[in-house]
């Protein structure tokens, strides 16, 4: 059982932002500027897919659903998809890196669970 589900959550924003930024500047001290902004860009649009789906999450039960919410929560992925298009067929940024930056809540929240695996066994 989480000990505190409010700290938790601050907890995977502060690892998001954490590995966003070591990850950028490792990047382009590897791979270069492409590398480096491709990472930036998936992990932008992954941490704005977390919070809006925590947004949702904690509506639930709030009352009636909103139609254009829901046209909202599903323009997202279509944004994604245009984004990941222009990218590949228009920029010099990396695919592949912007690809890898969306996993980055994944992680997050697996390094929480095992932080939260440590804590409970105190």
């Known amino acids: 059982m989480i000990h505190d ?3 938790a959550l601050q907890r995977i ?9 070591g990850g950028t500047v490792a990047l382009f001290a590897w791979r270069g500027w492409a590398w480096s902004l491709g ?4 992990c932008g649009a ?3 897919n977390y919070h809006w789906l925590r947004k949702v999450t904690g509506s639930l039960g709030s009352g009636l659903p909103k139609d254009r919410k829901a046209v909202l929560l599903g323009l997202r992925y279509l944004l994604l998809g245009g984004a990941c298009y222009v990218i590949l067929k ?16 994944v992680a997050a929240v ?3 669970i095992l932080i939260e695996l440590v804590y409970a066994r105190n």
Do not use: D, H, N, Q
Not at 39 to 42: D, K, S
């Open 5 to 7: 589900p409010e700290r």
């Open 13 to 21: 924003a502060k690892l998001m932002f954490a590995m966003a930024a």
């Open 39 to 42: 990472w930036l860009l998936g």
């Open 46 to 48: 992954s941490t704005l």
């Open 90 to 105: 228009y920029t010099a940024i990396s695919l592949p890196a912007a690809l890898a930056g969306l996993f980055v809540p």
């Open 110 to 112: 697996i390094i929480e």
